[in-house]
């Protein structure tokens, strides 16, 4: 395969996007032998590869030219590719709204076999990628001798070697910025800024208690310094996707209330734009739609209310829009920190009325299953094995909901399995609207209550309940603990 990977090189390595005259592009390339033939512009948006878009296409003649021309006003540019007919066969470079620019290729000369008229951005671009084939090589040299150090001493003298080369990069970078502000290169170096943490000891306001977490939280708190979130041209660059899931997923507290405020700082920040704001909007609602971690789902509701249903989701048409809001409804009646919903069904031995409501406990579990569903013939037995050794001295009574089977096939299930002491019920007349409002979609669904019929866990299994009920009450005696040292003073 013949390519060059701008992305690729920049990984080794503010508003204000040029005023032109005309707009949208301009492009002439031009690759002798290759004729009759099929050419397609291309483009990222906001992931890496192999995530890629066609925009335009044109057809080589047989001199082995092809035109691609626009005058799009809302054509704003980005990283671009021309891709071969072969979909193997393609080379990068960097566009802007009202470039006109000519591109000879020479394919067996590839990397090297791509020269631009009437493009100094492109131009710079192929210099800093001549810089980037020395260091490189100079990083491949350093790695070989890492493996070669004998002596502790040899490899400080490496990697002090390999912290110089490193600098030499970023100065490279610093430079090109400081001398083409707002260019699109500049834009992407910049966007591609690590934070540096400050060396040295750092301290708390009282100036003698050590801080453990600066470095984190100077990590965190300039993650975004370099990304221009008001340069749409970045929406077509690999940059964004990987910078959102360090953030979100490595950086903020995986709790709704930290989730929620940092979806909002962003979604402030590319308010304004098109394409930033869509792609930050669609991937913070995807991030937590699909979280296995438990809470999530609150962040969900968040975004459709604050976003979805005030007609940020331009993008949408009215049905998209409907199932978002529909998910949303669904879920918000059993987030975590509400009032459960109240459960009525029949007790499958009895026929008697149960209500969940109706338990006195320090905690309830609320167990969906079916009878015939394989992962609950392995879950059941194993949350009962937890209930009997942690759970029952805990406090804890458990009411199931069979979600489907007849009275004979459900004692049988509750009977081979010994749970017998449990609260084990059914909706035969399909009467209660349980399915609904607690989002029962597959089984088993296990929900968690405390003694105010609170959610404090949803979507459990038997492996992690007992360690939700224990931080649930480490977080009650820290709180009493802080209420009564606040009532000494």
């Not at 210099?127 to 002596?151: H, I, N, P, R, W």
């Amino acid at each position: 395969m013949k390519r060059i990977t701008l992305f690729a090189t920049l990984v080794l390595m503010g508003m204000a996007i040029p005023s032109m005259a005309r707009q949208g592009y301009k492009l002439h390339v031009k690759i002798p032998g290759v004729k009759d033939s099929m050419v397609f512009l291309a483009h990222y948006y906001g992931e890496p590869l192999p995530k890629i878009y066609k925009r335009d296409s044109a057809r080589f003649d047989r001199n082995g030219n092809a035109e691609f021309t626009t005058t799009d006003s809302t054509f704003v540019g980005g990283i671009y590719m021309m891709l071969l007919s072969d979909k193997k066969t393609y080379f990068e470079f960097l566009l802007n709204s009202g470039d006109d620019i000519t591109m000879n290729v020479t394919l067996d000369k590839l990397p090297d076999g791509v020269k631009f008229k009437n493009s100094p951005e492109n131009d710079r671009f192929q210099a800093y990628v001549d810089f980037l084939k020395g260091y490189s090589a100079g990083q491949e040299k350093l790695k070989k001798k890492l493996a070669d150090a004998k002596t502790e001493a040899d490899t400080a003298a490496v990697r002090k070697e390999a912290q110089g080369s490193a600098k030499d990069l970023t100065n490279y970078r610093h430079d090109y910025v400081a001398k083409y502000p707002g260019s699109l290169l500049a834009n992407i170096f910049n966007a591609l800024e690590v934070p540096v943490v400050p060396e040295g000891d750092h301290y708390l306001e009282d100036g003698k208690t050590k801080d453990s977490t600066f470095a984190y939280n100077y990590y965190k708190a300039h993650f975004w310094d370099g990304f221009n979130y008001q340069d749409d041209r970045l929406i077509h660059t690999p940059v964004l996707q990987p910078k959102l899931e360090e953030y979100i997923t490595k950086l903020v507290l995986p709790y709704p209330d930290s989730v929620n405020a940092e979806s909002d700082r962003l979604l402030k920040k590319a308010k304004g734009t098109k394409d930033l704001f869509k792609f930050t909007l669609w991937w913070l609602t995807r991030n937590v739609e699909n979280s296995k971690v438990m809470g999530m789902d609150e962040c969900f509701v968040y975004l459709v209310e604050n976003y979805y249903m005030k007609g940020d989701a331009f993008w949408l048409t009215s049905d998209e829009l409907s199932k978002y809001m529909d998910r949303a409804m669904k879920i918000a009646p059993n987030v975590i920190g509400n009032v459960a919903p109240e459960v009525k069904t029949k007790n499958v031995f009895t026929q008697k009325d149960e209500s969940m409501m109706a338990i006195k406990a320090n905690w309830t579990l609320l167990v969906f299953y079916s009878p015939d569903c394989g992962h609950c013939q392995h879950e059941i037995p194993q949350l009962d094995s937890v209930y009997e050794a942690a759970l029952k001295a805990k406090g804890v009574k458990v009411m199931t909901v069979s979600t489907e089977g007849d009275s004979k096939k459900i004692q049988e299930f509750i009977t081979k399995h010994k749970i017998e002491s449990w609260t084990n019920t059914w909706d035969p007349d399909h009467t209660g609207d349980w399915r609904g409002k607690f989002d029962v979609y597959s089984t088993p669904t296990i929900y968690l209550m405390d003694e105010k019929k609170i959610i404090r866990g949803k979507r459990l299994d038997h492996s992690n309940v007992l360690s939700v009920i224990e931080m649930q009450e480490r977080k009650a005696r820290d709180k009493a603990a802080k209420e009564k040292e606040k009532a000494k003073k």
